[in-house]
């Protein structure tokens, strides 16, 4: 495996966790239940795939609380997706 193919496969796992994280901390704002949370994260992983970047992720986690009355506003989930982002990315590196 080159180098390439290894910071390809770290992107990708970086992405997953926090897409993972993300929609944990999404679905617990907005209630749901502890029984039907891995479904929800399930949708916030999923909707990665639509365009490249972290866009659609935010979009749709904007969506979904301003679905249940919480307007954090775009900006504010971006911040959060990068925090959770940068996290993610040290703990990786920590790892053998």
């Known amino acids: 495996m080159d180098i390439q193919e ?6 990708g796992q970086v992405n997953a966790r926090r897409n993972y ?9 907005i209630g749901v239940e502890a029984r039907r949370l891995p479904q929800y994260v399930v949708t916030v992983m999923q909707s990665d795939y639509e365009e490249p970047g ?8 904007s969506r979904d609380l ?8 775009e ?6 997706l990068k925090a959770v982002e940068r996290n993610v990315r040290a703990e990786l590196l920590a790892t053998d």
């Open 75 to 80: 900006a504010e989930i971006l911040r959060q």
């Open 66 to 73: 301003v679905a249940h009355g919480i307007d954090l506003g």
């Open 6 to 11: 290894i910071e390809l496969a770290t992107r």
């Open 54 to 61: 972290p866009g659609d992720v935010v979009r749709k986690i």
């Open 21 to 29: 994280i993300m929609g944990l901390w999404a679905g617990r704002m």
